[in-house]
C-alpha cells in the first residue's frame, strides 16, 4: 500500500478526483457536500489524497485553525487500516491524529479503533428541514414566513428567479458588492463574503454540481444563492439578500427550494448550515422548525 500524498483540492479536483468517491457518503453533514468543500478550501487549507478508492482530506480543526485535522475517511479500505495510515503519517510528521466535524454516525467506529477524546462541536451543527415544508410554507407555523413572501410578491409583480450560470453571473457581482457595502467589517464576516466571491467565480469556469439563482425585482437583481444536491439533501452555502428588498431572504429561500425540487424530485431535505454561535443567525435558522440538527465532532487519538 502506498502512503498518502496530498494535494490541493481544486475544481477540476473535486469533479475529477473527489466527487465520485465523496458523493457515496452517508451523511447529510455540509463538511461533506460538493460546495461545502470547495467554498472553504483556502479557509481550512484542504488537500486530497486517494488510495485504495479511498478519499482522505486534510484540513484545518474546524473550532481551531492553528492545528491540522483530518475528515472522517470515505471509500473501500477498511475504517481501522485507514486510521492506521493517518497515525502513521502523523507519527512521521510529529503531530496527533485529530478528526475535525466527525458527523455523529461515525464516531462511535473511531472510538472502537482507540479514539481518546470526544468532543461536540457545539457551535456547529447543521440545520436540517425538510424541503416540502421550505418550498411550501404551508402550515401555521411558517404562517410569518408567508406573509413575508406574499407582500414581497405584491409589492414586487415582475419578480423572477433566474438560474446562476456563466451568463448571469454578473448579476450575482452586482448583488454582492451591494451586499458588501451594507455589511460589517469584521474579520469573519470580510472573509465569509470573500468565500462567497470565490465560489461565484467558479461559476464562470467549472460549477460541476452546483446548482444557483438570482432573484430580480423591479428588473434588478435583489439576492442570490448557491447550493448543491447529495443525495436526497440540498444544501445551500450561500444566501445573500438586499435589505433595500424587505422580503427578499424569505423569498429566495421559498423559490430556490422549490425550483430545487423541481430539477431533483427525490429530494427530501435541505441543509442550511450551522449557526456559527451567533444568537441572530441561531434564531433565524429555528424561525423555519428545522427537524434535526446535526451535531459533528472534534475526536482525537
Request: glycine share 8%; hydrophobic share 40%; proline share 5%.
Amino acid at each position: 500500500m502506498s502512503g498518502l500524498i496530498f494535494k490541493p483540492v481544486s475544481p477540476e479536483a473535486m469533479a475529477s478526483d473527489i466527487w465520485p468517491i465523496l458523493s457515496e457518503e452517508k451523511g447529510r453533514t455540509t463538511d461533506f457536500s460538493y460546495g461545502g468543500i470547495l467554498m472553504w478550501v483556502s479557509y481550512f487549507d484542504y488537500q486530497y489524497a486517494i488510495v485504495d478508492d479511498t478519499l482522505f482530506i486534510r484540513g484545518r480543526v474546524e473550532d481551531d485553525r492553528t492545528k491540522p485535522a483530518f475528515s472522517f475517511p470515505i471509500g473501500k479500505m477498511p475504517m481501522a487500516e485507514a486510521v492506521a495510515l493517518l497515525g502513521k503519517q502523523c507519527r512521521e510528521e510529529g503531530i496527533a491524529l485529530e478528526f475535525s466535524a466527525v458527523p455523529e454516525y461515525a464516531v462511535g467506529e473511531l472510538k472502537e479503533l482507540g479514539a481518546k477524546t470526544v468532543t461536540e462541536l457545539s457551535h456547529w451543527g447543521d440545520y436540517l428541514y425538510e424541503i416540502e415544508s421550505i418550498a411550501t410554507l404551508h402550515g401555521k407555523k411558517m404562517g410569518k414566513k408567508r406573509n413575508h413572501v406574499n407582500q414581497f410578491m405584491t409589492a414586487y409583480p415582475d419578480w423572477q428567479l433566474l438560474d446562476l450560470d456563466a451568463s448571469s453571473l454578473d448579476l450575482a457581482r452586482e448583488v454582492m458588492k451591494l451586499f458588501e457595502s451594507e455589511g460589517d467589517d469584521t474579520p469573519e464576516a470580510i472573509a465569509e463574503r470573500k468565500l462567497t466571491n470565490d465560489i461565484l467565480e467558479m461559476f464562470a469556469t467549472s460549477p460541476g454540481e452546483m446548482h444557483g439563482a438570482i432573484l430580480m425585482a423591479e428588473g434588478k437583481p435583489c439576492a442570490v444563492t448557491v447550493g448543491d444536491v447529495k443525495g436526497d439533501t440540498l444544501f445551500v452555502h450561500i444566501e445573500k439578500a438586499l435589505r433595500e428588498f424587505p422580503g427578499s431572504y424569505e423569498m429566495i429561500n421559498k423559490a430556490f427550494a422549490a425550483r430545487m425540487l423541481e430539477l431533483h424530485p427525490a429530494l427530501r431535505y435541505v441543509n442550511r448550515e450551522d449557526d456559527a454561535g451567533d444568537e441572530g443567525l441561531r434564531q433565524a435558522k429555528e424561525s423555519y422548525h428545522p427537524v434535526d440538527i446535526l451535531k459533528k465532532y472534534n475526536v482525537i487519538f
